[in-house]
Nanobody, 123 residues
Framework: QVQLVESGGGLVQAGGSLRLSCAAS????????MGWYRQAPGKQRELVAI??????NYTDSVKGRFTISRGNAKNTVYLQMNSLKPEDTAVYYC??????????????????WGQGTQVTVSS
């Protein structure tokens, strides 16, 4: 099986910074893409940032403030969040699109999610 474990959320004042981390583990052969999504109360989950094949994309509201990066251990992804705003408050989820081995057989791509980490930005 595969697990994605996030860390780094918390409470911060507007204008502050946080760095989210996500580590994927298990019978992973390769990861095609990793991304961060968020879901605020009463709203749908939305894509925040994604990295795939060396390229990155961001939702317009975070461009210039957030940076997504892969770690030296390629099964990790980070989200550096600067100049945080109250509207960034949400549960942030890590996502991975990956190939894995199950019962000795290569399969995928499969879509896996982390458990979510709360980010709260106070005004």
């Amino acid at each position: 099986q595969v697990q994605l474990v996030e860390s780094g959320g918390g409470l911060v004042q507007a204008g502050g910074s946080l760095r989210l981390s996500c580590a994927a583990s298990g019978s992973i052969v390769s990861i095609n893409a990793m991304g961060w999504y968020r879901q605020a109360p009463g709203k749908q989950r939305e894509l925040v940032a994604i990295t795939k094949g060396g390229s990155t994309n961001y939702t317009d509201s975070v461009k210039g403030r957030f940076t997504i990066s892969r770690g030296n251990a390629k099964n990790t992804v980070y989200l550096q969040m600067n100049s945080l705003k109250p509207e960034d408050t949400a549960v942030y989820y890590c996502n991975a699109d990956l190939l894995m081995v199950q019962a000795g057989i290569l399969g995928g791509p499969y879509d896996y999610w982390g458990q979510g980490t709360q980010v709260t930005v106070s005004s």
